[in-house]
Nanobody
Framework: QVQLVESGGGFVQAGGSLRLSCAASGGTSSTYTLGWFRQAPGKERDFVSAISSSGRNTLYADSVKGRFTISRDNAKNTVYLQMNSLKPEDTAVYYC???????????????????WGEGTLVTVSS
């Protein structure tokens, strides 16, 4: 069992930056691929980014490439999402995710995720 707790959400103006953090605990969380999904109001939950257990492999949705950067600190069992050049369309609840393999994460679908955090709200004003 892996527990995921997000932090760092908030309110920011368009063009600004935020950094989300997610602390993972339980089981062998350091061996999991960690990542982020988001759900905008009235929309389905979508893949944002993922990082392999070693940190050597990363994956991004086209909508955030070049603006968001995912990283992890295995000593702290924490994954980060640095979000720059934020746009109003980035407004969403951001969920931290854990998948037991990199392959599952590359499916970029909810069924590839085994554990979910409770989410943190990011609001970007125009």
């Amino acid at each position: 069992q892996v527990q995921l707790v997000e932090s760092g959400g908030g309110f920011v103006q368009a063009g600004g930056s935020l950094r989300l953090s997610c602390a993972a605990s339980g089981g062998t969380s350091s061996t999991y691929t960690l990542g982020w999904f988001r759900q905008a109001p009235g929309k389905e939950r979508d893949f944002v980014s993922a990082i392999s257990s070693s940190g050597r492999n990363t994956l991004y949705a086209d909508s955030v490439k070049g603006r968001f950067t995912i990283s992890r600190d295995n000593a702290k069992n924490t994954v980060y999402l640095q979000m720059n050049s934020l746009k109003p369309e980035d407004t969403a609840v951001y969920y931290c995710t854990a998948s037991s393999t990199w392959f599952l994460a590359t499916l970029v679908e909810e069924y590839g995720v085994e554990y979910w955090g409770e989410g943190t709200l990011v609001t970007v004003s125009s």
